[in-house]
């Protein structure tokens, strides 16, 4: 809990391309879910997404698709706050102040950097290098507790506490930013690509069968996984077994996940058998689960003028609650405003 007592969650999703089930399912999911129980921040990280460039007019319709996307999934703009991170210029200002309190070593620790920027790094942007302080920066702006995201920003995470408790510590302000646990299903919280299960799955994968999109068909779903990689033995007995089976375990986590279903129990259905069952019966409930909010989503993107007017109050309240933390920030660092 935060100093006034509440359970604050912040996570934000980057308009950078189609929303994938990786997305759905280590992130929005989960915010639906919790929706109820804290007061949330649903931000589109349109900040972020510039770390490499975008397309202008592309941005905008993809930062609108990501609004769209919240909405369909089931997230309640009265109970919650659904905002683009640009709009509140407070995120921006406190990354600063942040970027003076984090250190370079501990930035050239975080393995997404070296991920995105792969062999040329020295033709990265420096905002791709310093683009975990703004993250800390958006979760710390909102004084927020906890943090839904998937595995893969663990690291991020972690340096948010460490730029948080080196702020508190150095300002002598103990607990002035709380440190925000991360809400990370361990099991299902990585969804790989369905190519090679060596990736993750991203927007960014040049190959369309490596995800699911959530504005995919049902056509276009039952082809992508009728091609999704499996093994040349039949389905094993066990879990330990299964798990050595990548592409399988990658495929079986979706079905989980989707079904709510245990993993032992979907190995026990299909123990012994070669994958077409099993991959017919993911199909179906990809289409069930999946195809529902991309239908949405296409009704919601007809009517844009909606979407820009729930980011544009959303971006008033969070503005509201940013404004006094940033203020605060500031008296505390020795800024005259
Ligand atoms: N494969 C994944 N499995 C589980 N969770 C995932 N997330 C992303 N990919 C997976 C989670 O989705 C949230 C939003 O991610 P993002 O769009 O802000 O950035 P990203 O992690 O960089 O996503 P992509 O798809 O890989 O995009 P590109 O290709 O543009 O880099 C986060 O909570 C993330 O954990």
Redesign the pocket.
């Given at each position: 809990m935060n100093e006034s007592g509440t359970k604050v969650v912040l996570?934000?999703?980057?308009p950078?391309?189609d929303?994938?089930i990786?997305?759905y399912?280590?992130?929005?999911k989960k915010f639906v879910k919790i929706q109820s129980e804290f007061d949330c921040f649903f931000c589109v990280?349109d900040l972020?997404?510039i770390t490499?460039f975008q397309d202008p007019k592309v941005l905008k319709k993809n930062t609108l698709e990501v609004a769209a996307t919240y909405l369909a999934s089931g997230i309640d703009p009265n109970k919650n706050i659904i905002f683009n991170q640009s709009s509140v210029p407070c995120h921006a200002e406190l990354a600063w102040i942040l970027n003076c309190v984090c250190r370079v070593g501990w930035l050239n620790r975080m393995t997404?950097f070296k991920d995105?920027a792969g062999k040329d790094k020295e033709n990265a942007s420096t905002g791709l290098y310093i683009y975990p302080n703004l993250m800390a920066a958006d979760i710390l702006i909102y004084k927020a507790t906890h943090v839904?995201?998937?595995?893969?920003?663990k690291q991020h995470l972690e340096l948010t506490r460490d730029i948080a408790q080196k702020f508190n510590n150095d300002f002598g302000c103990e607990d002035f930013f709380p440190l925000p646990e991360p809400m990370i299903d361990n099991e299902i919280?990585?969804?790989?690509s369905l190519k090679d299960a060596s990736k993750?799955?991203?927007?960014?994968?040049p190959s369309d069968f490596s995800?699911i999109i959530l504005t995919d068909t049902a056509d276009q779903i039952r082809a992508k996984i009728k091609k999704a990689k499996t093994a040349d033995v039949p389905m094993p007995d066990t879990d330990q077994e299964v798990t050595k089976l990548k592409e399988v375990s990658n495929l079986i986590n979706i079905y989980s996940s989707l079904s709510d279903t245990p993993r032992d129990k979907i190995i026990n259905l299909y123990q012994g058998k070669n994958f077409s069952d099993f991959k017919n019966d993911l199909t179906d409930i990809l289409i069930k689960n999946i195809t529902p909010i991309g239908n949405e989503m296409g009704k919601l993107m007809n009517d844009q003028s909606y979407l820009v007017e729930i980011l544009k109050q959303g971006s008033l309240k969070a503005y509201e609650k940013a404004k006094k933390t940033i203020n605060e920030v500031y008296d505390i660092v020795g800024l005259i405003r």
């Amino acid at each position: 809990m935060n100093e006034s007592g509440t359970k604050v969650v912040l996570s934000g999703v980057q308009p950078t391309g189609d929303l994938h089930i990786g997305n759905y399912l280590g992130a929005i999911k989960k915010f639906v879910k919790i929706q109820s129980e804290f007061d949330c921040f649903f931000c589109v990280v349109d900040l972020h997404a510039i770390t490499v460039f975008q397309d202008p007019k592309v941005l905008k319709k993809n930062t609108l698709e990501v609004a769209a996307t919240y909405l369909a999934s089931g997230i309640d703009p009265n109970k919650n706050i659904i905002f683009n991170q640009s709009s509140v210029p407070c995120h921006a200002e406190l990354a600063w102040i942040l970027n003076c309190v984090c250190r370079v070593g501990w930035l050239n620790r975080m393995t997404q950097f070296k991920d995105k920027a792969g062999k040329d790094k020295e033709n990265a942007s420096t905002g791709l290098y310093i683009y975990p302080n703004l993250m800390a920066a958006d979760i710390l702006i909102y004084k927020a507790t906890h943090v839904p995201v998937g595995s893969d920003q663990k690291q991020h995470l972690e340096l948010t506490r460490d730029i948080a408790q080196k702020f508190n510590n150095d300002f002598g302000c103990e607990d002035f930013f709380p440190l925000p646990e991360p809400m990370i299903d361990n099991e299902i919280s990585r969804i790989m690509s369905l190519k090679d299960a060596s990736k993750k799955m991203s927007k960014s994968e040049p190959s369309d069968f490596s995800r699911i999109i959530l504005t995919d068909t049902a056509d276009q779903i039952r082809a992508k996984i009728k091609k999704a990689k499996t093994a040349d033995v039949p389905m094993p007995d066990t879990d330990q077994e299964v798990t050595k089976l990548k592409e399988v375990s990658n495929l079986i986590n979706i079905y989980s996940s989707l079904s709510d279903t245990p993993r032992d129990k979907i190995i026990n259905l299909y123990q012994g058998k070669n994958f077409s069952d099993f991959k017919n019966d993911l199909t179906d409930i990809l289409i069930k689960n999946i195809t529902p909010i991309g239908n949405e989503m296409g009704k919601l993107m007809n009517d844009q003028s909606y979407l820009v007017e729930i980011l544009k109050q959303g971006s008033l309240k969070a503005y509201e609650k940013a404004k006094k933390t940033i203020n605060e920030v500031y008296d505390i660092v020795g800024l005259i405003r």
